[in-house]
């Protein structure tokens, strides 16, 4: 059974950092493509962040042009986690951040319909305060 554990959410002060990891089990973590969404109150969920082959011998990343520069994506593949360092981070950032596995890097990469990525974590709020 996939299973994805978020951790690392928390209250910040605009201009701060945090790093969120996602904890990945029960699949072959080199075959799939993690990426990282978020969803604000009365929005839609949009993807922020994913990372392909996170054996990181092909590690190829992406970013939505929202995090561009601020946030980083890396995967550890001794500990089966993929993290996301946030920096800088803005009240606009507030959200649930997902993080979601799946084999079609087009859909956990933002470009096709997230409804079809296979697995979810429970989500881990993030809150940037003014």
């Known amino acids: 059974e996939v299973q994805l554990v978020e951790s690392g959410g928390g209250l910040v002060q605009a201009g701060g950092s945090l790093r969120l990891s996602c904890a990945a089990s029960g699949f072959t973590f080199d075959d799939y493509v993690i990426g990282w969404f978020r969803q604000a109150p009365g929005k839609e969920r949009e993807g922020v962040s994913c990372?392909?082959?996170?054996?990181?011998?092909?590690?190829?990343?992406y970013y939505a042009d929202s995090v561009k520069g601020r946030f980083t994506i890396s995967s550890d593949n001794a500990k089966n986690t993929v993290y996301l360092q946030m920096n800088s981070l803005k009240p606009e950032d507030t959200a649930v951040y997902y993080c979601?596995?799946?084999?079609?890097?087009?859909?956990?990469?933002?470009?096709?319909?997230?409804?079809?990525?296979?697995?979810w974590g429970q989500g881990t709020q993030v809150t940037v305060s003014s």
């Open positions: 979601a596995a799946d084999k079609d890097p087009l859909a956990v990469c933002g470009y096709s319909d997230y409804n079809s990525i296979g697995s």
């Open positions: 990372i392909s082959s996170p054996d990181g011998s092909n590690g190829g990343t």
